[in-house]
């Protein structure tokens, strides 16, 4: 071991994947797998750091890492490409760091947009040399060493595909290894996979793994209050689909309660995951914030993108659920999917079902389908929407850029669906509804509502996804 440094990149955005405007370049999104990573690293004795770059330009990111000489090093550098939003940015990044520093190993990762195609990947960005498949707590330090590449599994340089077992335990995260850390609200992964079939869904095949024990948990949170050196953290509880037992939350509880402890925190479920007993002991334990996987009111769209086989039953239980929330306490954020063979008439439906509940709706978030193309699958998923009455924007696209916008119908095209988006988020989220939800998680933790209300007079009110008072 040497005490050069090592870099990991969370990969940036050229701009946000929705509006581009002030606001949303203030977002902070945690790359809390990278940050797992670097902390694995940190407990064997390396110096290891991880930098996002956010909405910085690709050019001036680079220049900060040189003026902290942290590309001076033997060690690969390596990038998470978290989004296909971010491939963009990555292109750039790689081809100034390479400019300037070409005996730089780069290592990539990202197993959303990755997949198991490194030929892909390196096409769009050739100054990549080794790309990463899957997950990589038992890999990564095997990958500090090029020379030890071609005998690692699941990775782009052998034909060996076996993916790693999981940890027996989720990662400790180390956030004094993140750089500006105190701007980010903390995560604590619980859980991973989903398997619940959606067909949107890229984790639909991959079952739910075991919760991880109330009492680690609670041992992060209490961690995550001495790294920050307060208690008015606000922890987004990592999982696909939130499903915990009864008895694990009632075990949760227990413990929060006996050491009287005060952070709230958020996660993200289905209306079917969670029993009124569970939501409600959750709520007493913390719990603040759900964000609601409903995406469709109507009968025909649920079936349509398998959400259900029993779109009735479904949304009496989204019905009973959303009330019992507003009985805890807890705000739910409503998510929304506009899915190919969507009408005006499938929307109408998901507008009236949202406004019956409207007084138990802290807000909504609302978009078109996208298709990523994270594996081979992704073209015929592509296909499998014309029976649906859907065809891609650009057909290209997929293969250049990793994404397809969609029209989703004859009736709703691409550009129609988006502006749709915004006018149903504008009907549902007041612009202090806007600002309690993202700046619970993903504004910076400095950053004052009336500091928002300056930004959001800069801005064009047709163009926001909440209604201006």
Not at 130 to 154: C, M
Not at 164 to 176: G, I, K, M
Request: charged share 25%.
């Amino acid at each position: 071991m040497n005490n050069q440094p090592i870099t990991f990149i969370s990969a940036g955005m050229l701009r946000p994947k929705k509006a581009d405007n002030i606001l949303a370049r203030l977002h902070l999104y945690l790359n809390y797998g990278l940050l797992g990573l670097v902390s694995i690293l940190s407990d064997k004795g390396f110096d290891v750091r991880l930098v996002h770059g956010r909405f910085i330009p690709p050019a001036e990111f680079v220049n900060y890492l040189n003026q902290k000489k942290w590309l001076d090093t033997d060690y690969p550098l390596f990038l998470s490409i978290p989004s296909n939003y971010a491939i963009g940015w990555s292109k750039e990044f790689c081809r100034l760091v390479k400019e300037q520093k070409p005996e730089l190993k780069i290592v990539v990762g990202g197993r959303w947009v990755v997949g198991t195609d490194g030929r892909w990947i390196k096409a769009l960005i050739p100054e990549i040399d080794l790309v990463v498949y899957g997950t990589a707590e038992r890999r990564i330090k095997h990958l500090l060493y090029p020379n030890e590449w071609q005998d690692l599994s699941f990775v782009s340089s052998t034909s060996i595909s076996i993916a790693e077992e999981p940890l027996d335990c989720l990662p400790n995260l180390n956030y004094s290894l993140l750089d500006n850390f105190e701007e980010y609200q903390p995560s604590i992964e619980v859980s991973r996979g989903c398997g619940m079939g959606c067909s949107f869904c890229a984790e639909r095949d991959i079952s739910l793994s075991k919760f991880e024990e109330p009492s680690r948990v609670i041992s992060k949170i209490i961690e995550c209050c001495e790294k920050y050196r307060q208690n008015n953290i606000r922890p987004y509880f990592e999982a696909s689909l939130f499903r915990p037992t009864y008895k694990w939350a009632k075990e949760f509880e227990v413990l929060y309660r006996s050491l009287q402890l005060t952070v709230q925190w958020r996660c993200e479920s289905r209306v079917d995951a969670l029993s009124p007993f569970t939501l409600h002991t959750l709520a007493s334990a913390g719990l603040k914030v759900i964000d609601l996987g409903l995406e469709s009111a109507s009968f025909r769209q649920l079936v349509a993108m398998n959400k259900t086989t029993n779109p009735e039953a479904y949304l009496k239980r989204a019905s009973t659920f959303l009330k019992e929330c507003k009985k805890a306490g807890v705000w739910v954020k409503v998510n929304v999917l506009l899915y190919p063979g969507e009408t005006y008439d499938s929307i109408k439906e998901t507008l009236d079902w949202l406004s019956a509940h409207q007084e138990c709706i802290k807000g909504v978030s609302v978009g078109p389908l996208v298709v990523y193309r994270y594996d081979a699958g992704a073209n015929s998923y592509l296909n499998s929407l014309r029976i649906l009455g859907a065809c891609a924007v650009d057909p290209d696209s997929l293969e250049r850029e990793g994404i397809a916008k969609l029209h989703l119908s004859r009736e709703i095209d691409c550009e129609t669906a988006e502006v749709l988006s915004t006018r149903i988020c504008q009907q549902f989220m007041s612009e202090r509804d806007y600002f309690d939800l993202k700046g619970f998680s993903y504004l910076p933790r400095t950053y004052s509502f009336t500091e928002f209300l300056q930004t959001v007079s800069f801005l064009n009110p047709s163009n926001i996804p909440f209604k201006i008072s």
